[in-house]
Antibody, heavy 117, light 105 residues
Framework: EVQLVESGGGLVQPGGSLRLSCTAS????????MTWVRQAPGKGLEWVAN????????YHVDSVKGRFTISRDNARNSLYLQMNSLRVEDTAVYYC??????????WGKGTTVTVSS | VVLTQSPGTLSLSPGERATLSCRAS???????LAWYQQKPGQAPRLLIY???SRATGIPDRFSGGGSGTDFTLTISRLEPEDSAVYYC????????FGQGTKLEI
């Protein structure tokens, strides 16, 4: 079964850091682009970042550039999102997703990040 | 690229047809346009990719169309389980999503 499982979310103070993880199974992780998408409470979907199969290309939405970094470890079938200098507006459910040809065909259940003092 | 979805909310009865619109601020390649369904408390699910291709396991009641800046998702023979928020998504340099259409059956 193709599956993505996120972890690492939690409550953090503004200015703090968190590292999200996403573990993949059921498919050849190293052959796909991977993506993080977030959803603030009661809001729509926002693409956050994505990364090429070998990690050589990565892109981030402007609102997180310089604060968040996407990475991957193909040997561990894992995707990561290092989040620094967190802001209240980063509060959201964070989903990892497997990419197809400019779409996202497999999603995890998400992990919740709450930034609050 | 900004995607604008309409209407914001759509209320219909079982058996009716729903037509959801997604308008882009600039032309989008049809191969780079997708639609998702999201039910409360769940992750999004891919419905349509390449503007008109159904994802695996999606019933043929769901169909997509359009080109350029105007795309549509049509759901025929509505069922109560179709109640959800529907998002369009594009990729021109970066991914963006529309703000969503809430469908109430």
């Amino acid at each position: 079964e193709v599956q993505l499982v996120e972890s690492g979310g939690g409550l953090v103070q503004p200015g703090g850091s968190l590292r999200l993880s996403c573990t993949a199974s059921g498919f050849t992780f190293s052959t796909y682009w991977m993506t993080w998408v977030r959803q603030a409470p009661g809001k729509g979907l926002e693409w956050v970042a994505n990364i090429k199969q070998d990690g050589s290309d990565k892109y981030h939405v402007d609102s997180v550039k310089g604060r968040f970094t996407i990475s991957r470890d193909n040997a561990r079938n894992s995707l990561y999102l290092q989040m620094n200098s967190l802001r209240v507006e980063d509060t959201a459910v964070y989903y990892c997703a497997k990419e197809g040809f400019y779409y996202m065909d497999v999603w995890g259940k998400g992990t919740t990040v709450t930034v609050s003092s | 690229v900004v995607l604008t979805q309409s209407p914001g909310t759509l209320s219909l009865s079982p058996g009716e047809r729903a037509t959801l619109s997604c308008r882009a601020s600039q032309s989008v390649s049809s191969s780079h346009l997708a639609w998702y369904q999201q039910k409360p408390g769940q992750a999004p699910r891919l419905l349509i990719y390449g503007a008109s291709s159904r994802a695996t396991g999606i019933p043929d009641r769901f169909s997509g169309g359009g080109s350029g800046t105007d795309f549509t998702l049509t759901i025929s023979r509505l069922e109560p389980e179709d109640s959800a928020v529907y998002y369009c998504q594009q990729h021109v340099n970066r991914y963006t999503f529309g703000q969503g259409t809430k469908l109430e059956i």
